[in-house]
């Protein structure tokens, strides 16, 4: 008798467990997911937030992929961004929105909660270019303004951006890779801030206010190790990248230049393309799954009622 009551109790628990498990992501707000430079919202059924998307919409929640140019400044990405927003919401029926943009997908999403923080719950910036990037800083400085040399490389990355967008079967959109690499760099994120100041910290590697005078809620983090597994090729090339940082970094930013808003952690053993879980979930054995931390972080906004 005692053992069927102990088997009977310990089904209900795990039916209990299995509810909550299945609407742990289920926030009141629809997720919009932003992508970084040379970034998609799908490639052949493949995401670019790999495996993110599905991992969060088996666990309740909404999730749209935000369609905006790969190579272009950050006000106008924000402006792509701004009316795909405005869709999502139209489809939803959704009041807000909570953003989660990686690389310069971070500015992009600040902003839209800048210029329009009626239409934003939260912005969660992953390995976010908030402070600027030393390799923007140092590719820029290698080329001569106005040179033949940029000209040329422009238009070879105008064209990558076009071939990503046709591979991801988008539409068109404007390329504009010089104003994309000034825009991260550390001037040009430095006069970005300047206009666009919600959740910045007033100090270099400082922690920004969790919920900003726009009433949006910001959140933030980032890896700061910029090889993590043998078998990913792109390791080996953010390996060679983060030469150009004396600081700590995840192979294109710096830990400091991500921190926004709440700073959740600035240090995870993660690279810049593991903290969207590529290449292909090749990741550190020795860290948290990254689907984990965006699983847990949708449930964090859920309980903030967001």
Known sequence: MKKSIIILMMSLLSVIGNAQAGDSAATKYPFVFVHGIFGFDDIW???????????????????????????????????????????????????????????????????????SPDLVASVTSVGGVNWGSRFADVMRGLVEEDSVTEDL???????????????????????????????????????????????????????????????????????????????????????LTSLVFDEKNDGLVSSCSSHLGKVIKDDYYMNHLDEVNQAFGLTSWFETDPVTLYRQHANRLKQAGL
Request: aromatic content about 10%; hydrophobic content about 35%; glycine content about 12%.
């Open 153 to 239: 490389i422009r238009q070879g990355l105008n064209a990558l951006a076009h071939v990503i967008t046709g591979l991801s079967e988008g539409e068109v959109l404007p390329e504009d890779s010089l104003a994309m690499t000034e825009s991260l760099t550390t001037p040009g994120s430095i006069a970005f801030n300047s206009q666009y100041p919600e959740g910045m910290p007033s100090s270099y590697c400082g922690d920004g206010e969790k919920i900003a005078g726009n009433g949006v809620y910001y959140y933030s983090w980032s890896g700061a190790q910029p090889f993590t597994h043998l078998v990913d090729p792109l390791d080996y090339a953010l390996q």
């Open 45 to 115: 059924g493949i995401d670019y937030f790999y495996g993110i998307p599905q991992a969060l919409r088996e666990e309740g929640a909404q999730v749209y992929l935000a369609q905006v140019s790969p190579a272009n400044s950050t006000e106008f990405r924000g402006e792509q961004l701004r009316t795909f927003i405005q869709a999502v919401l139209l489809d939803s029926g959704a009041e807000k929105v909570n953003i989660i943009g990686h690389s310069h997908g971070g500015p992009t999403a600040r902003y839209v909660a800048s210029v």
